[in-house]
């Protein structure tokens, strides 16, 4: 797909775990287990929506199946696996949305049944399951079998904003991670970069009311920085934002005191 066509969040998704945004605290243990090539059989990764979840779940996706960058867990980018998993080709990268497929019959044909296949091409097959707390309760009987006693050529990657809603059977056999929301601060680097690598100058005021908006989600965060960018202008200032980003009611009342 053109760039120029793709949404900034999608043209900027972190294609390496150095620069995912602001969950070092996963990172650096994932990481590690490549390295150790320990990597778990099923995770589970929690928290807010927008934080880094999947993207995290494909990097893992590459770094197990492709080749990497000497001495690191970065898988190489330019290999055609590599490429094909970044975007969404690899069949043996099967990424369900759950909130979308809750029944048992659906995980039965498309996940329990796909799972006893070998990989068509890479060495493991990796099941990224999105909101997976949408699955129903017979559903999440059938899947628990198959997380007991995983296929040795299986990875499972569940991931929820809402973990409360998991039986604890299924959190009980999986490596469980805390995505959290991500510091003001990070996310104002984080956009300034963006809009750098645009050619375009944002004022510093701006990106710190897109931060605060975003309310530590990386993912609006962009998508706002995607709106402010339509304006065409290459140096955006508070007054060409005032509708889209207006002062906040805090920023008043703080003035008021």
Known sequence: MNRNIMALYHSHRPQTFASVVGQEHVVTTV????????????????????VGKTTTARLIAKAVNCPRVKDSAEPDNTHADAIAISEGRSIDVIEIDAASHTGVDHVREHIIENAQFKPTTLKLKVFIIDEVHMLSTSAFNALLKTLEEPPAHVIFILATTELHKLPKTIVSRCQHFVFK??????????????????????????????????EGCVRDAVSLLEQVLASGKDHINADDVSVLLPASSSVYAHAFL
């Not at 005021?205 to 605060?212: D, E, F, Q, S, T």
């Open 31 to 50: 990481t590690n287990q490549i390295l150790a090539d320990t990597v778990a059989h099923a995770y589970l990764f929690s928290g807010p929506r927008g």
């Open 181 to 214: 929301k991500v510091p003001q601060l990070t996310i104002v680097s984080h956009l300034a970069y963006i809009a750098k690598e645009e050619g375009k100058q944002v004022d510093d005021l701006v990106l710190h009311r897109i931060a605060k908006r975003s």
